[in-house]
Each structure stands twice: as C-alpha cells, then as structure tokens.
C-alpha cells in the first residue's frame, strides 16, 4: 500500500473514499504522523472491509441566522392580523339591507339623506309605487309605515323587511309642508318588468331642448319660490320655439310639480313625442303657463 496513503485519525476510513471529514490523518507504518507532539498514531486494519468500518457523524446546523428569524416573526405576525380581520368581517358585519334582491321596492332612482329624512332626485319608472302614491323628486321621506326616518339607510332597512305588495302609509315633506300618502310596494320582478316596458315602448321618449345637468335647483321658503331654474335652451329646439326663455324658472311640468333636474327631464322623456304638455314657470315674479309641444328624443 502507498505510504502516502491517508486516513482518518478517528474512524479510520481512506480519505476520498468514506464520510471522513477530519483533516488530522497519519501515514502508514514508516510515515510521519502529522498529529500533535506526543500522541500515538493510529493504523486501520487495512483489510477490513470498508462497510464494517465506523463511520464518522456529520454534523449539520439547522438552525436560522438572527435576520432570518427576524423575518419568520414578521411574517407570522401579518398572517394572524390578515386571518383575524378576515374573521372580525365575515362575522361581525351583518349584510346591507339596500342590496337585498328581496326586498320590497319603493320606485324611486335612490335615497339620499337629509336633515330631516330621507329624499330621492326622481321617481322611475312609470306607473311604479311613488309615482302611483303622487311623490316627485324633492319629496322628503320622514315616516314609513308607522316607523320615523332619518336617514336614507333607515327606509332601506325598513323595505328590506316590508312584505311585498304592502300598504303602508307615508308622510313626507314638500316646500316646507307636510303631507301623507298610501303606498304599495312592489317586487323586483315587477319593477323590472315596468322599467323594461318604458324604455321598450315604441312611441319613444320626449325632448325639450335643454340640458338637465345646466339647471339649477330653487327652493326659498322666504320667498316661496320652489322649483328648477333653465340655465340654457338649445336654440330650435322644443323649449326655444314655443317660448320658453333662459332664465324662467319651472315650477310644474303638467300640473306635476318640478322641484329638481332630475324630476324634470325624467317627466320630459315620459311626455308622449309630439304631444303637448302644459308648462307652469315664473318669469321676473310672473306666473306663466307655456303649453310645449314635446319633440322626439
């Protein structure tokens, strides 16, 4: 055997050949021992087989540097706090009654609140509960059926729980004024089915000659001057051609009361193209009636 053959001082294994790791080794008989001054080499049985010798323990470190575990921590923390709150919002928040597909229907666009109630733009569509009850946008909600209202999330909470089909009895304010009407809600199959039917008929819809959005809404008590004022008319349109001047301010639409833009063009696109509609307005203090003949939008 070469004398420079190596081996592990503590298992005895040939270097390159075992799980040997110590680099403190010995030669064989007649080399030079590279260990320490005073010790006493160590020859392996050269014919025992490699299989029966002892192997030497590899020691491995497991564990994590300090920035490391700095960051498990935080990982950890972030993945309860994200679990809790999901938790906290699934349990703790009860669904929104607005968003409830069952629930009973009133007929108007939305509800927004007031100081005093609860007040929408304009009732849609045609022929549905608010409009059948006699409301108009503007009107401020302050009791359903019995139950006072505050705010726009009340009356929503309310229909949510309102039979399909109910009578209740609604008070409400206009220019000041309070007054009570009947009205029977209706489902969303229904309100859909209304809907489709005024924006499928084949007469089509009304058109002024103005622009909604280039009103502005009037309401003075001091004065008693409650209605829409008509920023711009469209020149050849309806408006222009039968009278009606910038500046005039719309107070009925056909003897139905106009208190915002809204109301007002969603009763212009409900007018019967070519028909002629009555419109009441004041003009410098006077009290006019323009009748309109509506064109086709």
């Known amino acids: 055997m070469p004398k ?7 298992c005895g294994n040939r270097l390159g050949e075992g799980p040997a790791e110590y680099t403190e ?61 999901a938790i906290k919002k699934n349990i703790g928040r009860p ?40 409301l108009v946008g503007g009107d401020i909600v302050t009791s359903f059926d019995g139950h006072p209202i505050k705010e726009a999330n009340e009356i929503m909470d309310l229909l949510a729980h ?15 004024n309070f007054h009570n009407t009947q009205l029977t809600t209706m489902s969303r199959d229904e309100y859909n089915r209304l809907d489709r039917e005024y924006s499928r008929r084949p007469e089509g819809k009304g058109y002024f000659g103005f622009e909604s959005n280039r009103m502005t809404r009037l309401n003075d008590p001091s004065t008693k001057t409650f209605g829409v004022q008509i920023d711009y008319i469209e020149r050849n349109g309806p408006a222009d051609l039968f009278g009606i001047r910038k500046g005039d301010i719309i107070t009925d639409f056909d003897d139905i009361p106009i208190r915002t833009p809204d109301e007002f063009l969603a009763r212009v696109r409900r007018a019967l193209p070519y028909s002629t509609v009555n419109i009441t307005l004041l003009r410098e203090g006077q009290k006019m009636i323009i009748p309109v003949k509506i064109g086709k939008a």
């Open 25 to 85: 080794t010995v030669r064989l008989p007649g080399a030079t021992a590279s260990g320490a001054p005073g010790t006493t080499p160590f020859y392996p049985s050269v014919n025992a087989p490699l299989m029966q010798q002892p192997a030497c323990k590899r020691r491995r470190r497991l564990g994590f540097t300090g920035s490391a575990w700095i960051w498990i921590v935080l990982v950890a923390f972030f993945a309860v706090g994200g679990l809790m709150s």
């Open 4 to 10: 420079e053959m190596r081996f592990c001082r503590s």
């Open 95 to 134: 669904p929104f009654a607005g968003i409830t597909l069952n629930r009973s229907y009133f007929g108007v666009d939305d509800f927004d609140t007031t100081d005093s109630g609860a007040t929408f733009k304009n009732v849609e569509p045609p022929g549905g509960p608010a409009d059948k009850a006699g």
């Open 162 to 176: 309102t039979p399909v089909g109910k009578t209740v009895e609604v008070i409400y304010t206009r220019d000041g």
